[in-house]
Every structure is written in structure tokens, then in C-alpha cells.
């Protein structure tokens, strides 16, 4: 039952934190002049890449803040705290708020001939925010091997999607609206807000801030 849970809670955040359709429609822009060939072995290198970041973040980085002094209590609640922001920002922002590239990052990757590092691998689905939440569920996990195998199914499981949604990124663009992207965000939006107060109580808790 572990395992089932820790495999729902870590796709719930992994889709919410990478946000595949949203980066499919980005990739869709990037790469509109490339040819098809070329588009996805983009797509393949990008998924490749970002894949290797958040599995070293989830199964290490836990490890490298413990070794800087951070107490795993307040790990989980700064992030809590991070997962709570893009929660909000999911939620209550407008439209292209979530790109996750500044003006400039975004004019660079438009003339940029190999976008699967940057700005597909990093920052668009290895963000900060996945980042943080591979090391917030394998903080949670505690070690125990069957719940963060639940995490790696997880994590798995979005980078198929987003990887199937990239290979079909131009047909994504125009399948989905504005608004059925925006109704899409904010239900995940929702549900890693949920995710993000539940890691801040663990932490508070951890602390012996709580009862």
C-alpha cells in the first residue's frame, strides 16, 4: 500500500512540477521549423537529460543537504514551502505565467538549434520546483526502499507522458485550448498545494514545532 501511495503522491507532484502539456506546447514553438526527424531526437535527448537530473536530485540530494547542516525537518517544510508557491501560481496566475523562462531565456531558445538541454531538459522540465520535489517525497520516504521505488514509478511515469507529449507536440498545441490547459493546470495546482501543506506539517511536526 506504501508503494501505491508514494507512486500516486510522487506522479501528482512530478505532473504538477514538470508540467508536460505545458512544456510540449513550448516545445511545439521551439522547434516549428525543424523537421520532424530532428524534433524528436530533441525530444529524446531532453527527456534523457532531465530524467538523469531529477533521479540524481530525488536518490542524492537529500544526502548533500544533510551533509550541509540541513536538518531534514527543515528540508520538508522550505519544501513545502516552494511547493506552495508554484501551487499558487498554478492556481491563480495567468495564462503563460508557468513557462519558467524569463523574456530573454525565451528569445534565446527560439534561435537556439538544440533546445533539449536548454531550455527543454533545464529549466522547463528539471525546474527548481521538481527539483525540490524529488527531494521532498524522498525525504518523506525515509529510506524505506518500497516507498521510494513508489517515487521512481511515479517520476517514471510523467517523463513517459511527457516524452509521448513532446514526440506529439504539435497535434498536442492544437488538440488542446488555452482553456482546456488552464483547467488542466489548476486541478494539479490544487493537488500539490494539498502535496505542499502536507510536507510543511511534516517538517513542523519533525521539528517538534507541532503536536
Known sequence: MDFLNFAL????????TIGPVEAAVLYAGFT??????????????????ASLILLAFTLFGQL???????TLAALKTAGGAILGLIA???????????????PKEGEEALHKEDVAVFPMATPLLAGPGA?????????RAQG????????????????????????????VGRLLGVTAQRVMMR???IL??????????????DAGLTR
Open 192 to 205: 500539490l498545494a494539498a502535496i505542499a501543506v502536507q510536507a510543511l506539517f511534516d517538517g513542523l511536526q
Open 88 to 102: 499558487i501560481d498554478m492556481i491563480f496566475s495567468g495564462p503563460g505565467s508557468r513557462s519558467k523562462l524569463t
Open 64 to 70: 548533500l543537504l544533510v551533509q550541509l547542516g540541513v
Open 32 to 49: 516549428s521549423e525543424l523537421a520532424r526527424g530532428e524534433r524528436r531526437r530533441l525530444a529524446f535527448r531532453a527527456v534523457l537529460i
Open 9 to 16: 503522491t510522487s506522479f501528482t507532484t512530478f505532473f504538477a
Open 144 to 171: 524505506d526502499v518500497l516507498q521510494i521505488a513508489g517515487i521512481l514509478a511515479g517520476l517514471g511515469a510523467v517523463l513517459a507522458i511527457t516524452l509521448a507529449l513532446l514526440l506529439a507536440a504539435p497535434e
Open 131 to 139: 527539483m525540490s520535489a524529488g527531494i521532498v517525497l524522498a525525504a
Open 187 to 189: 486541478v494539479f495546482g
